[in-house]
């Protein structure tokens, strides 16, 4: 199975799609089928996009504070959606090996399947913006240099952890490692667990 090298193609062109605008208030329109989960890795990958840009803007120095408290609130929002995609794609996985039957010996892995996608994910973002430094125009050669480096460790990475996660998906699918999904816990953007919220 290579479901991990496809999930990297359209993480890869979905970070490309945001770049056209490089907006984070940019519309976008998800090429593929709603419902499928194609469509889910893309828009994924686009909230990841947006994320990365508005954590570039929180970190202006001279940004207004009562623009950072809003963008503060905005990254809080996002970062549920993004929980909730990843706990939608293993819902996905979960589902499509309903069926198979672990070995006596299948084990658990250290995260799930979609945990690891949600790497690949920050992984091509990382790996675009490490190719933007290479080549920035501004930078003198040394900079350039370094990021070069860096440029190599991560697309060694990516072979690595594309490599590993389709390795995992068809261990699942032989019954040699079993899938156990432990929901969110969050507690800060709740008002139940949040003692600053509960005790207003």
Not at 6 to 18: C, G, L
Not at 76 to 94: A, G, K, P
Not at 129 to 147: I, L, Q, S, Y
Request: some cysteine; glycine content about 2%.
């Amino acid at each position: 199975m290579h479901f991990a090298a496809k999930a990297y193609d359209i993480f890869e062109a979905v970070t490309a799609d945001y770049h056209i605008a490089d907006d984070v208030d940019s519309e976008f329109s998800n090429p593929y089928a709603k419902g499928s989960v194609e469509a889910l890795l893309a828009e994924k990958n686009r909230v990841d996009a947006v994320q990365w840009h508005l954590e570039d803007i929180i970190r202006d120095p001279q940004i207004n504070p009562v623009e950072a408290l809003a963008l503060k609130r905005r990254i809080d929002s996002s970062n549920q959606v993004r929980t909730d995609m990843v706990e939608d794609l293993d819902t996905y996985f979960r589902n499509l090996y309903a069926e198979v039957q672990p070995t006596p010996d299948a084990t658990i892995n250290t995260e799930s399947p979609a945990w690891a996608l949600d790497r690949l994910s920050i992984l091509a973002l990382k790996i675009y913006h490490m190719k933007a430094e290479v080549d920035r125009p501004d930078a003198d050669a040394g900079h350039r240099t370094r990021c070069a480096a860096k440029l190599a460790v991560l697309e060694e990475q990516r072979a690595d952890l594309t490599a590993a996660i389709d390795t995992l998906l068809d261990d699942i699918a032989a019954g040699r490692k079993y899938m156990k999904v432990y929901r969110q816990m969050k507690m800060y953007n709740d008002p139940a667990t949040n003692p600053v919220l509960y005790n207003k």
